[in-house]
């Protein structure tokens, strides 16, 4: 709320963001929704300024956003990361192995993240992986804005 107010009192005329809203892996890894599951869980963590939102953001922003007068615009923006991008996907696993892991204390669960991202690391190195990054990207315009 704090970030919506601050947003709304500042004089600049438009606002654009692209907004996290969830993630697909393109392989046929049965797995694959329980870990992007915990990279929600991850993302959602309490952090110093408060609470992240993650994959709520757009509905949040949507809620907050529908009360004002001014020219606000949600437009889905679905990023297909290709087998040919190693290095966005070398980036995802590499996020992911640092933020999944702190969602949980136990062994058996980190053995089991360990095996299904090293079959990532290795289906990434035969040219095999792919993700759909999906995305709200947000246009506010001001109204009283020229």
Request: net charge negative; proline share 5%; with cysteine.
């Given at each position: 709320?704090?970030?919506?107010?601050?947003?709304?009192?500042?004089?600049?005329?438009?606002?654009?963001?692209?907004?996290?809203?969830?993630?697909?892996?393109?392989?046929?890894?049965?797995?694959?929704?329980?870990?992007?599951?915990?990279?929600?869980?991850?993302?959602?963590?309490?952090?110093?300024?408060?609470?992240?939102?993650?994959?709520?953001?757009?509905?949040?922003?949507?809620?907050?956003?529908?009360?004002?007068?001014?020219?606000?615009?949600?437009?889905?923006?679905?990023?297909?990361?290709?087998?040919?991008?190693?290095?966005?996907?070398?980036?995802?696993?590499?996020?992911?192995?640092?933020?999944i892991p702190a969602t949980s204390g136990d062994p058996s669960f980190n053995a089991r993240f360990e095996k299904w991202h090293s079959q990532k690391v290795n289906c990434l190195s035969k040219g095999l992986l792919g993700a759909k990054?999906?995305?709200?990207?947000?246009?506010?315009?001001?109204?009283?804005?020229?």
């Open positions: 709320q704090e970030l919506f107010d601050h947003l709304k009192s500042t004089h600049a005329p438009k606002l654009f963001s692209i907004i996290y809203q969830n993630m697909e892996w393109l392989d046929e890894d049965i797995d694959n929704p329980y870990f992007v599951a915990k990279y929600h869980e991850h993302m959602q963590r309490m952090q110093a300024d408060g609470p992240a939102l993650g994959p709520d953001c757009v509905d949040t922003c949507k809620k907050y956003f529908s009360v004002i007068p001014d020219t606000i615009l949600f437009e889905a923006s679905n990023w297909e990361v290709r087998p040919t991008d190693k290095s966005l996907l070398n980036h995802l696993l590499r996020f992911y192995k640092r933020s990054v999906l995305h709200q990207d947000l246009l506010w315009i001001k109204k009283d804005s020229t």
